[in-house]
């Protein structure tokens, strides 16, 4: 009775909106911008259907980049919220009333980089995510997310 086994959906249905907002105040090189999606998807198997799909509410980012130059290189930076709403998955033949719970989260991040080259050819980044060190697991992962962390990128295009 604990074992979880695997049934297959009739039908799947869902219903949303993306919505990308964004102003540029180019004297300042300063863009404030939000990306919010709403989205809901409904299971229906032979005898059970839900809302609870492990599919959050609502999901999305909102923050400022700046772009401008830096040493005389183009230079850009983003702060910026990101985050998901709480979700929980509920299948037929689960002896648990909800079989996943996610609670909802929030991360502070920060990026930034410069471009050089003769042609603008390569890109040295910076990357500090979840600066307050929340504890989540985003919807659609069974891991934690890495927690405070930090990534340096070089990028070569050419």
């Known amino acids: 009775s604990r ?87 509920k299948e037929p033949g689960t002896v648990r009333a909800v079989l996943d719970e996610k609670d909802g989260w929030l991360t502070v991040n920060v990026t930034g980089g410069i471009d050089f080259g003769g042609e603008r050819q390569y890109r040295l980044a910076l990357d500090l995510l979840d600066l307050a060190d929340k504890l989540y697991t985003a919807s659609g992962e069974s891991v934690y997310g890495a927690g405070r962390s930090a990534a340096i990128k070089l990028t070569l295009d050419w």
């Open 3 to 89: 074992d979880r086994y695997y049934t297959n959906i009739g039908a799947s249905r869902a219903h949303g909106v993306e919505l990308y907002l964004g102003w540029g105040w180019p004297a300042a090189g300063l863009e404030p911008y939000t990306s919010l999606t709403w989205m809901e998807r409904r299971n229906e198997y032979s005898e059970f259907s839900t809302w609870d799909t492990g599919v959050p509410a609502l999901a999305g980012r909102a923050g400022m980049r700046w772009q401008d130059s830096l040493w005389r290189l183009p230079a850009w930076s983003d702060v910026y919220l990101r985050g998901e709403t709480d979700s929980e998955v």
